[in-house]
């Protein structure tokens, strides 16, 4: 598939606040590798291969395990790779992500709240719901994947 326009270009004033929107959610306090973790596994609800191509790149460079990037898609199988924490916000960050599903049921919410308390769990909505936009923009336009590295 071809690019099909270049938002940036065409919708500059746009694109800024979505960069800024990145941005704030980023520089919230959440923690940098739980950023990856939910932004990889959003990405892999969405089908979203540009940020996949991308996220998956920024956790390796991090530093975050090639094996709990192996494992992602499947957390709730392998539950020694994540702290409590991790997987509460994971869980969370799929309710977000699929939140015309069911919507974010009260038991996520809860151990969402216990785990991680009220800041955390903003930080985990806020980072959720930026990248759910950078999914359905670069999956609408058909974004390129960067030359391989």
């Given at each position: 598939?071809?690019?099909r326009?270049?938002?940036?270009?065409?919708v500059?004033?746009f694109y800024?606040?979505?960069?800024?929107l990145?941005?704030s959610a980023?520089d919230s306090g959440i923690d940098?590798?739980?950023y990856?973790l939910?932004k990889?596994r959003?990405?892999?609800?969405n089908?979203?291969a540009?940020?996949l191509?991308?996220?998956l790149?920024?956790?390796?460079?991090?530093?975050e395990s090639?094996r709990?990037l192996?494992?992602?898609?499947?957390?709730r199988?392998?539950?020694?790779?994540?702290?409590?924490g991790?997987?509460s916000?994971?869980a969370?960050?799929?309710?977000?992500?699929?939140v015309?599903?069911e919507?974010?049921?009260?038991p996520?919410?809860?151990?969402?709240?216990a785990?991680?308390?009220?800041?955390?769990?903003?930080?985990v909505?806020t980072?959720t719901?930026?990248i759910n936009?950078w999914?359905?923009?670069?999956i609408a336009?058909?974004?390129?994947?960067?030359p391989?590295?």
């Open positions: 598939m071809t690019q326009l270049d938002l940036a270009l065409l500059p004033d800024r606040a979505m960069a800024g990145e941005r980023r940098h590798h739980l990856e939910i990889i959003a990405s892999q609800l089908g979203c540009y940020c191509d991308m996220h790149s920024d956790a390796r460079t991090q530093g090639q709990r192996d494992v992602l898609s499947a957390w199988e392998a539950p020694g790779q994540f702290t409590d991790e997987r916000a994971l969370l960050a799929e309710r977000v992500t699929l015309s599903e919507g974010v049921p009260q996520v919410w809860d151990e969402a709240v785990a991680l308390g009220e800041e955390g769990v903003a930080q909505i980072a719901v930026a936009c999914n359905r923009l670069a336009i058909h974004q390129d994947l960067p391989e590295h």
